[in-house]
């Protein structure tokens, strides 16, 4: 009995840290999301447009301090991975997935 009620209080302390987490991390993208000045999808366009391909994931990088979509095209059978400003829309960075 003793066992059980420990595994439940490790369960709900564990559960708890992470939902806070996740809390922390959702206020960090919706921070991000504010400075961007083009969308999701414009950023999803000039991808598409740069490798001549087409989008099959893209996301918003929570890894850098400023706003930046990174969005996977493939294109020509190769999968490439680009990185565009979410302010500017330039396309600071593309390369081949080797995966």
């Known amino acids: 009995m003793k066992i059980r009620k ?3 209080i ?4 564990f559960a708890g840290l992470l ?4 809390a922390l991390a959702d206020k960090e993208d919706i921070h991000l999301l504010e400075q961007t000045k083009i969308s999701l999808t414009e950023a999803i366009a000039i991808a598409e ?3 001549k ?3 099959y994931e893209a996301s918003l990088d929570d ?6 979509y990174e969005i ?3 294109a020509e059978d190769k999968i490439y991975e ?3 400003d979410g302010v500017s829309g330039e396309v600071l960075g593309v390369r081949e997935d080797m995966d």
């Open 6 to 8: 420990k595994h439940a």
């Open 10 to 13: 490790v369960s709900t302390a």
């Open 19 to 22: 939902f806070s987490g996740i």
């Open 49 to 51: 447009n740069q490798q």
């Open 53 to 55: 391909g087409r989008a």
């Open 63 to 68: 890894d850098s301090f400023s706003p930046r």
């Open 72 to 74: 996977s095209v493939i």
């Open 82 to 84: 680009l990185e565009v």
